[in-house]
């Protein structure tokens, strides 16, 4: 499987993939430089201003891309625990593996890819997202339609991150998963 990924993501990279191969495929524009945007993709402190409370990048090929959207789970559930920096292009292209989230747990235990590509438009970027790498049976649909409403949701918190010029507040976030976690422990 991980060579299919990873042959799948060779082939996305230069601008082939087999037809009919799944992908969910995303464009913005974000009003920002592409260095900016880069930025923001590529560090920590640039994850954890639009995507998640906490984050641990190291954006180079077999780099940590760990996300963590529940700070407080057991480690392999936080979100994107043990993702891996697949590619860079710095400010063009950076790729990296993903998982599906707990509750899907047949699907998590594989990995998809993500594609991100940065393209200056004037004085503003465009983000392209392309995500591949999705099995067809058993959790894959219920992933797949998942991260269809997931992606558009975080592409939209990078926009506001740069329209706004306000990093994420994660405090309410935080503390209502201390007070799920509290009443998970209770029982």
Not at 35 to 47: D, N, P
């Given at each position: 499987m991980l060579k299919e990924v990873l042959l799948s993501t060779a082939l996305a990279v230069t601008g082939v993939t087999h037809a009919g191969e799944p992908a969910i495929e995303i464009s913005v524009l974000v009003k920002a430089p592409v260095?900016?945007?880069?930025?923001?993709?590529?560090?920590?402190?640039?994850?954890t201003s639009f995507f998640a409370p906490e984050a641990e990048i190291d954006a180079r090929p077999d780099g940590a891309f760990h996300v963590h959207m529940d700070p407080y789970a057991r480690p392999g559930l936080k979100g994107a625990d043990t993702m891996q920096v697949l590619a860079v292009e710095p400010e063009q292209l950076l790729s990296f593996t993903w998982n599906a989230p707990p509750h899907l747990a047949q699907a998590r235990e594989q990995r998809t890819v993500v594609i991100l590509r940065f393209a200056p438009e004037g004085e503003t970027t465009r983000l392209t997202l392309t995500h591949l790498g999705w099995g067809s049976t058993g959790e894959w649909p219920k992933a797949k339609a998942y991260f269809e409403k997931a992606w558009p949701y975080v592409l939209k918190n990078l926009q506001s991150r740069f329209e706004s010029g306000q990093a994420q507040d994660w405090t309410s976030w935080r503390t209502q998963l201390q007070q799920m976690h509290a009443k998970d422990a209770a029982k």
């Open positions: 260095s900016a945007v880069w930025e923001a993709w590529t560090s920590s402190q640039g994850i």
